[in-house]
């Protein structure tokens, strides 16, 4: 049974910091390529961030040097630390082993 679960969301000011994490189950998360993508209301979900099992990572061009996207592979996780946040960074952010698996997304809201 596969399971991703987020946890980190919530609500922050506009230049402020939020880290998300996610613990993963399920999986051979050592080699899987693991993700963070968002959907905000009325949008399409879209990439934020991929980091594969051989550590490399990809960002979108909106966060690149805001965002980092890390991975624990003794604790199973993966986190996304996100700086500088923006209103337009309002989302539910999902965690997410691509292409077939998905968590249930985690709010974040950043307020002016």
């Known amino acids: 049974q596969v399971q991703l679960m987020e946890s980190g969301g919530g609500l922050v000011q506009a230049g402020g910091s939020l880290r998300l994490s996610c613990v993963a189950s399920?999986?051979?998360?050592?080699?899987?390529?693991m993700g963070w993508y968002r959907q905000a209301p009325g949008k399409q979900r879209e990439l934020v961030a991929v980091i594969t099992a051989g550590y490399n990572t990809n960002y979108a061009a909106s966060v690149k040097g805001r965002f980092t996207i890390s991975r624990d592979n003794v604790k199973n996780k993966v986190y996304l630390q996100m700086s500088s946040l923006k209103p337009e960074n309002t989302a539910v952010y999902y965690c997410?082993?691509?292409?077939?698996?998905w968590g249930q997304g985690t709010q974040v809201t950043v307020s002016s």
């Open positions: 399920g999986i051979i998360f050592r080699s899987s390529n």
């Open positions: 997410a082993r691509p292409p077939d698996a």
